[in-house]
């Protein structure tokens, strides 16, 4: 006799029909990524169904866009997507690293599964070789904070690092020296909002600089002046227009042309009265989210201010945090309000285009990266791959320790995994030597993706390691073994992360023996 417990079209999975289910998602969606990892990884083009020529397309190797660009109906693939985020909101890198490394985990743990070992033994041991790995990274990370010239040649290396698998590698010395001054602007924040990104097509991508200050993407208004010294800046939320009633729903009926000119005046001179209230506070820059119509504009020009209607809301919010001001809404209380400050605002043209410009701000840390380049699609990617570099640069700051990278850091936790798993007793060692496994296979990938002989470069690398060369790594331009200090340069915060969230993931997905999945909504006529 049988129990329906489930309503009808609900469908599950269980035992060993559900764990086989999860990892062979998370490892199909490890495929997928992982020949865009390293300096010699592909590109993933990325269209959107109901794209209508260049719109909906991505041209990438950004492994957060890529998984969170693609419908995925898989329970253990959603996972592997959400850690790859978090990676990307934490670090801002290692996106790619961390879904490939919880694929290959789960791919040794299938292993284990068909040799009848039970997945709280092999989670145990994996937790052991994590607690190894982590410690063996920690004790080769070093910090040279102290020391200024070497402090900024890593911050450089690891910008050199993470550009080079992206599009900006062919100029990835240009991008490092942009993103490096960007970040140490800052002074040790990790707020980004400071560092603003423009994108212009035209020229090429070598033509892109780093500009002090703020860019607003705006004009100035008519018969305004061109150049403020010693800005006083008044930013502002407001309705500068005149021809509108601002009760909803009001009708006026007027009898004759001369009511109705009475009217208009009675607006106009409520637009003066609110002009002479913003120009009293001793301002001379006026920047407002709303438009600002041509009486208004007059009356601004009248009063020698520079005013700039159309700032949209990140514009204002980010150039009030910019210039030390707040946004204001109404003037009827001007001590209240708080004004911005730059030294200088000034109009300059980018490629076709006449923007606005606040130099030596106030905050002094604004700074702007103009890019240029030939398609929509190239300025997208190359915005990715500023935002990656600048992100973990600034997470560099805060936890000063680096690592090394080219399949370096990996070899260095495999090998202490494999030391620690000769003294554990049982079955756990068995788990704690194929997570050793899974971490050499991020070498491997790296050489396998330059078209490189990858059983000979891991072996020589493995050995080189084991022979107390602790800081071999791979050269996939040379496709040779060697030491790496000051060639290929990681944060230690990012290569913690990828360990500790992949692992996290495998073993959420190594715990699941169900998978209840509700009936499907009928549709109704």
Not at 62 to 78: E, F, H, R, V, Y
Not at 409 to 422: N, R
Request: aromatic share 4%.
């Amino acid at each position: 006799m049988s129990t329906q417990l489930f309503n009808e079209g609900a469908t599950e999975e269980r035992a060993e029909n559900a764990r086989l289910s999860n990892i062979i998602g998370a490892i199909a969606v490890g495929d997928l990524v992982k020949s865009t990892l390293g300096p010699k990884g592909m590109d993933k083009i990325l269209q959107s169904a109901s794209s209508r020529g260049g719109d909906g397309l991505i041209v990438t190797n950004d492994g957060a866009t890529i998984l969170k660009s693609i419908p995925l109906d898989n329970a253990a693939a959603k996972v592997l997507v959400n850690i790859s985020k978090v990676q990307d909101d934490e670090v801002g890198d290692g996106t790619t690293s961390v879904c490939v490394l919880a694929a290959e985990i789960l791919r040794q743990a299938e292993q284990l599964l068909d040799q009848r070992m039970h997945p709280q033994t092999i989670i145990d041991g994996f937790r052991l070789a994590v607690a190894s790995a982590r410690s063996a990274l920690e004790s080769s990370a070093v910090s040279h904070k102290d020391d200024e010239a070497q402090w900024r040649e890593d911050l450089l290396s690891i910008a050199r690092t993470t550009l080079s698998s992206k599009v900006l590698a062919a100029d990835k010395h240009k991008f490092a020296e942009v993103c490096v001054d960007a970040v140490l602007r800052l002074k040790g924040s990790t707020n980004l909002d400071r560092i603003q990104i423009i994108k212009k097509a035209g020229g090429k991508v070598s033509d892109s600089y780093l500009s002090d200050g703020f860019i607003l993407n705006k004009k100035i208004g008519v018969n305004q002046p061109r150049l403020v010294k010693g800005a006083r800046i008044l930013v502002a939320n407001t309705p500068m227009d005149t021809d509108k009633v601002k009760v909803f729903g009001a009708k006026i009926k007027v009898s004759d042309t001369a009511q109705l000119a009475d009217l208009e005046r009675a607006e106009r001179e409520k637009m003066r009265a609110k002009v002479q209230k913003i120009a009293a506070m001793g301002i001379n820059v006026f920047v407002n989210r709303q438009l600002i119509y041509n009486w208004p504009e007059q009356l601004f020009a009248d009063a020698g201010i520079m005013a700039i209607e159309h700032a949209d809301f990140d514009g204002v919010e980010r150039l009030a945090l910019v210039t030390g001001g707040e946004i204001a809404s109404s003037f009827d209380s001007p001590e209240l309000l708080k004004l911005g400050a730059c030294d200088t605002v000034e109009e300059i043209i980018i490629g076709e285009d006449r923007m606005v410009k606040f130099g030596g701000a106030a905050a002094g840390q604004a700074c702007t990266v103009v890019l240029r380049g030939g398609t929509g699609q190239m300025l997208d990617e190359a915005e990715r791959s500023i935002h990656d570099a600048i992100a973990v640069l600034s997470q560099t700051i805060a936890e000063p320790r680096i690592v090394y990278g080219g399949g370096c850091s990996e070899m260095l936790m495999s090998k202490a995994v494999d030391d620690a798993a000769k003294l554990v007793p049982g079955k756990k060692s068995i788990a704690m030597e194929a997570f050793a496994k899974a971490l050499r296979q991020m070498p491997t990938i790296l050489a396998d993706n330059a078209g490189l002989d990858s059983a000979d470069l891991v072996a020589r690398l493995r050995a080189a390691h084991y022979d107390g060369k602790s800081t071999s790594g791979l050269d996939l331009f040379e496709g040779d073994v060697v030491d790496v200090v000051g060639k290929v340069t990681e944060s230690f915060k990012l290569k913690r992360q990828v360990l500790l969230s992949a692992a996290e993931a495998a073993e959420m997905i190594l715990r699941v023996d169900d998978i209840i999945r509700c009936a499907p909504r009928q549709r109704r006529n």
